[in-house]
Nanobody, 123 residues
Framework: QVQLVESGGGLVQAGGSLRLSCAASGLTLSRYNMGWFRQAPGKERSFVAAIKWSGSITYYADSVKGRFTISRDDAENTVYLQMNSLKPEDTAVYFC????????????????WGQGTQVTVSS
């Protein structure tokens, strides 16, 4: 059974940092492209960042470029999202997802999803 479990969310002041983790079980992470999405209250789920299975290619939404960094540790079967210079508009539930194909911004291309972790940024 495949499971993706996010952790590391919480409450932080604007300008602060958080590091989200996504621990995978039941699949070999090195064979999957990984992505992070977020969903704010009353809004649709949106793409945040993605990393190709090889780790050589990353892709970011314009709104987080230069502030967020996605990385992976295949030995630990874990993907990370380092979030710096957080803004109130980053407040959302953050989800990680795994995809066998590299269509980073297309949520329908992802095969497995975690349950999400709440990130709240206060002003």
């Amino acid at each position: 059974q495949v499971q993706l479990v996010e952790s590391g969310g919480g409450l932080v002041q604007a300008g602060g940092s958080l590091r989200l983790s996504c621990a995978a079980s039941g699949l070999t992470l090195s064979r999957y492209n990984m992505g992070w999405f977020r969903q704010a209250p009353g809004k649709e789920r949106s793409f945040v960042a993605a990393i190709k299975w090889s780790g050589s290619i990353t892709y970011y939404a314009d709104s987080v470029k230069g502030r967020f960094t996605i990385s992976r540790d295949d030995a630990e079967n874990t993907v990370y999202l380092q979030m710096n210079s957080l803004k109130p508009e980053d407040t959302a539930v953050y989800f990680c997802a795994a995809s066998a194909v590299y269509l980073p911004t297309t949520s329908r291309s992802y095969d497995y999803w975690g349950q999400g972790t709440q990130v709240t940024v206060s002003s």
